[in-house]
């Protein structure tokens, strides 16, 4: 746990001084004063409860003896036995005048219905009626199935207003006395129902109750009699969201109090349960309300504590803020604040200390820091010169601001290096793994040449770059030390992770301010591995020696056959032409820049042919990107070639193979059509080709495929079943024959026929004539 400032230390505690005896007799008079509210609450709504309980009763006690009055007058025994009709209206009379008399009392009677199941009758305010033809006929008998003489039930008022149209009395329930008739007979098949609206009980408590107070009325089955939401009259006591209902009815205590959540409010119920009715009466109220004078009394003895408090606290803080202003005004000479001071350190005296010990770190962490950003800058700075953006002048200047003073002034012959990676099938590696492979060899450069013969290695254009210096001034010395030490470069690298790489070497130079021209040698001699292969250490004194010449023999016919192959969907033959395409290529001794002519003309051409076909560049080359500048990266040829198959031809293949088969099937068919239409000119498949835009090679090649024939030999073909036809049907001569069908003379002609047919036109013509005279005599 940290400590605290004096300062704080002092200031709490008067603050703990001040608020304890606030906080205690704060608590005690507002938790004091809770209780005996609530007790004196809790015993006021016992006795509400029970004058509640006592005008109810009164008014159901005199509902059931003015019923009992009706029900054992004479009128009403008469009435029993009798069908009521027309003839029976003196007596009809009599029984309403009863009914009229019950109503007079001040009971909130709503209705008194009589009903006979026996003499098919049923009396009530409206009227008459006969009790089969009445709506609500079934419901009203089954009543006579409850189990007492005398019940009080809670029914729909629908169950009573079948016939009218409006509830005139505004309640949905109505609470029936039910007294069985007749009641001096075993066998009942009679009812008195005394309805009183379940809304007007309201109106016998409502002086009785205080603002704060909800009534609720509850029968013996759980179901609201009385409630302050009267669309909850009916419904279960659950549904109020009071759920202890089974509790109470189950309790041996006929009255009693507790709490309980409704609706996420805290509430305090007091019950009793009546001895006559078993209606259980619930008073319900609110603890905030409850409480609301008691919190009065808290909240007022908050604001004279807090007074006290502010009071308090005020006089401890200006005293102690004199006795800390000599503190303060040291630790602010130091920069320090105390909010500070209290959320790091113990107390001010530490601060102090520290402050002191911190003065006598600072320089050595200074120079760690600086140390630790000094590699990137002197990285930074090394590319900048490989590229040529640093000025002569301030060259050596930033050499020596880098540790390399000693280099400037022995070092008297230099040459650049870039390694690169040849990948290949032989080693595990891919080329997303490139970053982390001139990581490792960076390393290794690092590693195994000595800092006082090179500059810190970089990695530029995806090679490692570095500048290695000897005091030797002879250049041929150099040279041989400096090859010897790149072959044992690549050898460990090759040793340690089984990765081939190609080393270029500049010109030796002697002056710092030629490194941007050696760095681009090296580059350039690094390109010779389209020609060299790879795994090679190239000097660029050694290439392109005097040979300063273009020689483009380009071999076109070669990459003709290729496209034909590819429009031919022939996987093979276009691989095979593709390899023998790229031994011409790359048989013309050029240099790395001349290569690129060839290239590039051999993609252009697949391009256009692609794009005269239909095929769009998105189709074989989704990225985004451009394939000229993706081979231009490319630097070998095994890479090149693989490249060129794998991205650009075998993706036109696939497509050129799924036309194939329509695309033949319709260059067969127009082929076919020329010939029937035009066998007796002078037809040639080169004049075929040229109808169809083709070329002649190409649909030779897919005729055959699709019929099996070569072009002349259908050619022939069709113009001997022309000719036989003619020889079996018509009367034309042999030489006019021989002349249609394009034939020098007819001698060749009968050659030809004799040859098809094994015999002469003549000779098929009078077989032809003999088989039609013999028809007739088969019939």
């Known amino acids: 746990m940290k400590h605290l400032s004096f300062l704080s230390k002092l200031t709490m505690f008067a603050f703990v001084i001040s608020i304890l005896p606030v906080l205690f007799i704060g608590s005690f008079s507002y938790f004091t004063s809770s209780k005996e509210i609530q007790k004196n609450v809790n015993q006021s709504k016992k ?21 009992n009055q009706v029900v054992n007058s004479s009128v009403l025994k008469k009435a029993l036995n009798n069908p009521l009709d027309v003839s029976d209206f003196i007596l009809y009379n009599d029984i309403r005048t009863e009914i009229r008399n019950m109503q007079s009392f001040d009971t909130k009677l709503e209705d008194v219905i009589l009903l006979n199941q026996r003499q098919n009758w049923m009396i009530k305010n ?59 007979k075993l066998q009942k098949y009679g009812l008195a129902l005394a309805n009183i609206p379940a809304c007007s009980l309201q109106d016998f408590i409502t002086s009785d109750v205080q603002p704060l107070d909800s009534i609720i009325i509850l029968d013996s089955s759980g179901r609201i009699l009385l409630h302050p939401d009267r669309s909850l009259i009916g419904q279960s006591a659950a549904s109020s969201g009071f759920t202890e209902f089974a509790q109470i009815a189950g309790s041996a205590q006929s009255s009693g109090q507790f709490k309980t959540v409704m609706d996420k409010k805290d509430y305090s119920v007091t019950y009793m349960r009546s001895p006559q009715s078993g209606w259980i009466y619930l008073s319900v109220t609110s603890i905030e309300s409850l409480t609301k004078e008691s919190s009065k009394i808290g909240t007022y003895t908050v604001y004279v504590c807090t007074f006290m408090l502010l009071l308090s606290v005020l006089l401890a803080w200006l005293g102690s803020r004199r006795m800390y202003t000599p503190i303060e005004r040291l630790l602010n000479e130091m920069g320090q604040r105390r909010p500070d001071i209290r959320a790091r350190h113990a107390n001010e005296f530490q601060i102090i200390g520290e402050q002191v010990h911190h003065l006598f770190q600072s320089k050595s962490q200074l120079e760690k820091e600086v140390a630790q950003h000094i590699q990137q800058v002197r990285t930074f700075f090394l590319m900048k010169a490989f590229q040529g953006n640093i000025k002569k002048r301030e060259l050596l ?59 810190a290695p970089v990695i530029m254009d995806h090679a490692v770059v570095t500048l ?23 050898q460990k690298i090759n040793n340690y992770l089984k990765l081939e790489v190609s080393i270029g070497l500049s010109l030796p130079f002697h002056a710092f301010d030629k490194i941007s021209i050696a760095y681009r040698e090296a580059l350039e001699a690094l390109k010779y591995r ?30 003709n056959d290729l496209l034909d192959a590819i429009k031919l969907a022939d996987t093979e033959n276009a691989k095979e032409t593709l390899h023998k395409l790229f031994a011409c290529i790359f048989a013309l001794g050029l240099s790395p820049q001349e290569y690129q002519i060839p290239l590039t003309r051999l993609l252009n051409n697949i391009l256009i042919m692609m794009q005269e076909s239909g095929i769009s560049l998105n189709q074989i080359y989704p990225v985004n990107g451009s394939l000229f500048e993706e081979l231009t990266d490319l630097h070998i040829v095994a890479e090149i070639e693989d490249w060129f198959w794998s991205v650009v031809i075998q993706p036109m293949v696939r497509i050129f193979s799924s036309r194939q088969n329509a695309q033949y099937h319709n260059i067969s068919e127009k082929l076919i059509d020329i010939v029937q239409h035009d066998y007796d000119k002078d037809l040639t498949l080169e004049e ?43 009367d034309m001569p042999v030489k006019d024959i021989a002349a249609r069908l394009r034939y020098n003379n007819s001698q060749n002609f009968i050659r030809s026929f004799r040859k098809q047919e094994g015999m002469t036109p003549g000779q098929y013509r009078e077989h032809a004539s003999a088989r039609q005279r013999a028809v007739p005599d088969d019939y």
């Not at 409860?49 to 008014?59: A, D, F, G």
């Open 47 to 67: 006795e509400l409860i029970l004058q509640i309980n006592s005008n109810v009763e009164h008014k159901l006690n005199t509902v059931n003896q003015t019923l």
């Open 688 to 730: 075929c080709a040229s109808r169809l835009h083709y070329n002649a090679n190409y649909i030779s090649s897919v005729f055959r495929k699709e019929t099996q024939y070569y072009f002349s030999d259908y050619l022939a073909m069709y113009r001997f079943k022309m000719a036989k036809k003619w020889l079996a049907e018509t």
């Open 126 to 184: 409206s009227g008459l009626y006969r009790l089969n033809e009445y709506k609500n006929y079934e419901q009203l008998t089954n009543l006579i199935n409850l189990p007492d003489e005398t019940s009080w039930v809670l029914n729909p008022s629908s169950l009573f207003y079948s016939e009218e149209s409006i509830n005139f009395t505004g309640c949905d329930y109505s609470i029936s006395l039910i007294k069985k008739l007749p009641t001096t």
């Open 530 to 559: 389209i020609t060299l292969g790879k795994g090679i250490i190239i000097q660029y004194e050694n290439i392109n020696s005097g040979n300063h010449y273009l020689n483009l023999n380009y071999p076109t016919h070669k990459e």
């Open 468 to 490: 290695i210096g000897s005091a030797d001034g002879d250049p041929q010395s150099f040279h041989k030390t400096l090859y010897s030490l790149t072959e044992s470069l690549q």
């Open 397 to 455: 200047e930033e050499l020596e601001q880098f540790g390399y003073h000693d280099q400037t002034l022995e070092w008297q012959t230099m040459a650049v290096i870039t390694v690169s990676i040849d990948f290949s099938e032989e080693n595990s590696y891919q080329k997303k793994d490139l970053s982390l492979l001139l990581f490792a060899v960076h390393n290794m450069i690092e590693e195994l040449i000595p800092p006082c013969n090179r500059l």
